[in-house]
């Protein structure tokens, strides 16, 4: 993955966990906030920035393969997977870090491959069921 990547003009051009999806994001700013902006098809969402370090370091703590379980926003997340804590009020910013109200979810779907791609971490590409963990320190 490319170091300028991440931009508007470059967005990380990336897959869903099986591989049946293409979508971009960047890095940009919004009321004075480092988020992300993810670009699936028309749909447009936005997660904390912090994501990125803040699962990487879950990821870390856990030691092991995590279930992705992603979730709409509407639809209850399977508990002890990436996209429960996604939303879980446990998490380092209590709560969810999607931002836009109705497109919060899907946390499990869309950062765990930006995550790959930056090389923190390794990520299933089944059809269904998907895991990841975080990758050993370089």
Request: proline share 8%.
């Amino acid at each position: 993955m490319p170091i300028d990547a991440g931009t508007k003009e470059n967005p990380w051009k990336l897959k869903t966990p099986p591989q049946t999806s293409e979508y971009e994001m960047y890095k940009d700013e919004k009321d004075g906030k480092a988020i992300l902006v993810c670009t699936v098809g028309k749909t447009v969402l936005h997660y904390d920035y912090r994501c990125i370090d803040d699962l990487h370091a879950m990821l870390r703590q856990h030691g092991d393969w995590v279930e992705l379980g992603s979730a709409d926003e509407q639809k209850p997340a399977k508990e002890g997977t990436v996209e429960a804590w996604g939303r879980s009020p446990e998490n380092p910013i209590g709560g969810w870090y999607g931002l836009k109200k109705g497109f919060r979810g899907r946390f499990g779907m869309y950062i765990p491959p930006l995550l790959e791609a930056l090389g923190f971490a390794e990520v299933e590409h089944n059809p269904r069921n998907n895991r990841m963990r975080a990758l050993p320190d370089k």
